[in-house]
Each structure stands twice: as C-alpha cells, then as structure tokens.
C-alpha cells in the first residue's frame, strides 16, 4: 500500500473542513470584533442619542444670503450627485436600475437634512452607504474601480462631515469618524478581488475633514465667547462709572450742604450775642435751630463714610459713633415738636436690647414716617408707639398722623419720590420684618413695622408689602 503525503489543501482546517485561508480570515475578523467592542459601545451611546433641530448653519448670522447660503450648497450638491450616482451604479457597477437609483437618492438627498440635522442625515447616509457596498460585493462591474466606497459616496459623504463638524460636538464626530473606520475594517473581510479599496481614502480625508470643521467652528465659539465677555465688561465699566460719579456727587453734595448748614449753625449760635434784645423764648429756639444743624451734619458725616470706604482704614477717616436706634428716639421726637408737629412717644416700660440692625432699622422707619409728616402733613397730630408682642419676639413700630388742619399751614410738598417707603420695605426686609403703610380712612398715614428682637443669619426673601404713596 503506497502513502503520500496531505499537502495544505487536503488537511482540514482544525478539522472543521474549512480552508486554513478562510479559518485565518474569520479569526482575523474575531479579533477585530472584540478589541472593537468598548468602542462600539461607545458609538452606539453618542449616537443613539437623538438630538432636536437647533439653529441652522449660519442662521444668527445678520444677512440673508449668507443664512440661506447653506441651503444652496446642500441643494447643489443633491442635485449633482443624484443623477451621477445613479449614472455611476447602473452603468459602471452594472447595479440594476431600480437599486441603483433607491440606493442613490438615499446617499444624496439627506443632505438637504444636514442643514439643520446632520446626526440624522448621517445615519441615513451611512446606512445607504452600507448597503450600497452590501449590494456592490457580487456585482459584475466592481472590478479594478473603487470600493466599499464610489467615488459620488466620498463627495457626499465629506459634504456631510461638513456639516457635522460645524454643528456636533467633539465626542460625537469622534464616534462618526471611529463608526467609518470600522465600517471599512469590517468591509476586509469581505473584499471583492481586483477591486481598489477606498475605505482608507474615506477613513482619513473624513478625519481632516472633522478636525478642520471643528477647530473652526470652537475657534468661532471662543471669538463669540471673548465678545460676550468684552460686552460685559464694558456694561461693568460703565456701571462702575456711574457709581463712581454717583459717588462724586454725593461728595460735592455733601460740601454744599455742609458748608449751608454750617452757616445755620454758626448764624443760630452767634444771634443772641449779635442781636440785641432777643426774648429768652427766642434764644432757646436759636439754640434748638444750632443743635439740629450740628447733628445733621454729623450724620452726613456718617453717611459719607459709607461712600469713602477706601478711606476706612487711612487716619482722619470719618468718625465711627455709634448708629442711631430706639433710644435716640426721644431727641428725634423733640426735634419734630420744635418744627411745628405734635408728637405723642410711647416707648416700652423697661429697655428692650436689640441687636445694632434691628435697633438702625426701627429708628430709621420712626425718622422717615416723621419727615414724611413733616413734608406732607405739617401740623398733623401723630403717635409713635415702639412696643413689643406679648411673647417678647417682635418689636411693633406704629407711626399714626392725623389729618393736617388746613387752617394751620398749607404742605411742604404736595408729591413725593417714594424713596422713603421704599428705604423702610428694604430695611424691614433685610432683619426679616413685615410692613404695613397706607392712607386711613379720616385722612391719616399710617407706617405698621414688625421687626425680629434679633435679625436672621442670612437675608429672607423679598417683602411683598403693600404701600401707598407718602400722603
């Protein structure tokens, strides 16, 4: 019995009775599948997440033309590629007509799409692309011309990334870019012979084409970003400039005044001894007349310490005596009498201690109510009653005036700004009160402040008080 021995195409293949060729092919392709699969995982997560129609390309911009720019250039492109692809696959390739001219319509018209949903586009040109290649394996004409690939499928498909790279994010054109590499590693496998392989021609100008698109589309990003930020800029320059001069005027307001009321104090002190036979009455009120003048620029002097901050800490900074509160209520309370308005003080019997907000505020509320009375109601009865609730939480300020008479004198100012109940809702506000202002039914005012004996750790929400113009 003679023996010879098994060449390589008589021995099986690991016994499966496959070619060893074939065997080594599909476990190529194995190997590729599983080092693909993390990435794979990744595509399908960026996209098949589907995502709504924003602006189209270029559709902030101001002129027409360029907005309507995008659509002619998709349109071109449809209708250029439409009749050439089909051309190319029935003629060329020797695609059957029908297929052919599905196949091509798929491949170019979603391109009108891109416009304003390229991700969408995509998907239905990829797939297109897919099959075309699918179809193209056994077709007679693929020999020595381009495959997966024909040449109207790299136009149209680099048209696309285009459009991607100008509207997707970075890790979405990298999963379409990742997506048309392995569509072309996979398409190895099943190569047709004598056919010239563009899937790397495809892979690499589909990268530039995504690098350039989206490096000019952040560089436009960061340019509108930079605007924006050069925009808010000068909106704080000019609002720092207008506080700035706010401050300037406080300032030269605050000489102007001072130097005025200066001069009334000096003229109230130096009367009696300038004037002779000056009633004792007489001196008395010149001397109120000083000590309100002298107090008044005092608090100026307070207030403006407040503008000149930068100051605070440099010697000869304004004086820091302390703020006002419930107990300087009587002097203001004396002061308003000597104007010509009778006031009736109600205070607790024993002292309240109140924290140095609670105590500004209650103060200030008592002092604008009174020079509200003062302008628009002189000579008009009023009560300041400064009490606290029967659980000792809260602190009551009531500040009630009567209707002016009118024989006795005729009102300072017949319109106000507002500024003063609006001062008062800010500062109930700020300790967490509640305010309560408005006409009564006779033809009083009447100013209702409930405060906190101590202010809350952070400031409450807005007050939603219901006021009245100053009557």
């Known amino acids: 019995m003679s023996t010879r021995s098994l060449t390589p195409e008589d021995e099986p293949a ?8 074939r065997a080594q092919a599909l476990r190529v392709t194995r190997r590729v599948l599983r080092a693909a699969r993390p990435p794979l995982r990744m595509l399908a997560t960026e996209l098949g997440t589907p995502n709504r129609p924003g602006t189209p390309l270029f559709g902030s911009v101001r002129r027409r033309w360029v907005r309507g720019l995008p659509y002619v250039v998709a349109f071109g492109f449809a209708v250029s590629l439409l009749p050439t692809g089909v051309h190319l696959l029935h003629h060329d390739y020797g695609m059957a007509g029908g297929l052919a001219g599905a196949l091509a319509t798929a491949q170019s ?11 969408q586009a995509w ?11 699918a179809t193209l394996t056994g077709a007679d004409g693929v020999a020595g011309r381009p495959w997966p690939w024909p040449v109207t499928v790299i136009v149209g498909y680099l048209a696309l990334m285009v459009a991607l790279s100008l509207r997707e994010r970075r890790r979405t054109l990298i999963a379409v870019w990742l997506t048309t590499g392995v569509a072309g590693i996979l398409s190895e496998a099943v190569a047709p012979s004598d056919s010239q392989n563009t899937w790397v021609l495809m892979f690499v100008l589909a990268g530039v084409v995504l690098l350039l698109g989206a490096a000019l589309r952040e560089r ?26 706010r401050t300037r005027i406080a300032r ?43 107090e008044s620029l005092a608090e100026m002097r307070r207030l403006l310490g407040v503008l000149r901050s930068e100051e605070a800490e440099q010697p000869g900074a304004p004086e820091k005596a302390p703020q006002p509160g419930v107990g300087q209520l009587r002097k203001l309370v004396e002061a308003t009498v000597r104007a010509g308005v009778p006031v009736e003080l109600v205070l607790p019997a024993e002292p309240v201690t109140l924290e140095p907000a609670v105590d500004l505020s209650a103060y200030r509320i008592v002092q604008e109510a009174l020079a509200n009375v003062v302008r628009h109601a002189p000579g008009a009865p009023t009560r300041v009653s400064v009490t606290t609730t029967g ?23 017949t319109s106000g700004t507002g500024h003063g109940l609006v001062g008062m809702r800010e500062r109930v506000r700020l300790v967490g009160g509640t305010l309560d202002t408005g006409p009564l039914p006779d033809g009083g005012f009447r100013v209702a402040a409930q405060l ?15 006021d009245s113009p100053a009557p």
């Open 391 to 413: 659980d000792a939480t809260r602190l009551t300020v009531l500040v009630v005036n009567e209707p002016p008479a009118p024989a006795i004198s005729v009102p300072l100012e």
């Open 123 to 133: 998907w239905v040109i990829f797939t297109a692309d897919v099959l075309c290649a």
């Open 452 to 466: 906190p004996l101590s202010a809350p750790l952070s400031p409450p929400a807005p007050l939603a008080a219901k």
């Open 220 to 245: 436009d990003d960061a340019q509108r970003k930079l605007q924006e930020q050069e925009t808010i800029s000068e909106a704080e320059r000019a609002r720092r400039t207008l506080l700035e001069e």
């Open 14 to 21: 690991r016994g499966d009775g496959r070619p060893p060729a």
């Open 252 to 294: 030269e307001l605050h000489d102007v005044v001072a130097h005025h009321m200066s001069v009334i104090a000096v003229q109230a002190d130096s009367a009696p001894y300038r004037i002779s036979g000056i009633p004792a009455q007489a001196q008395e009120e010149f001397g109120a007349i000083a000590t309100s003048a002298r």
């Open 109 to 119: 018209v979603p391109l009108l799409l891109a416009v304003t949903r390229p991700l």
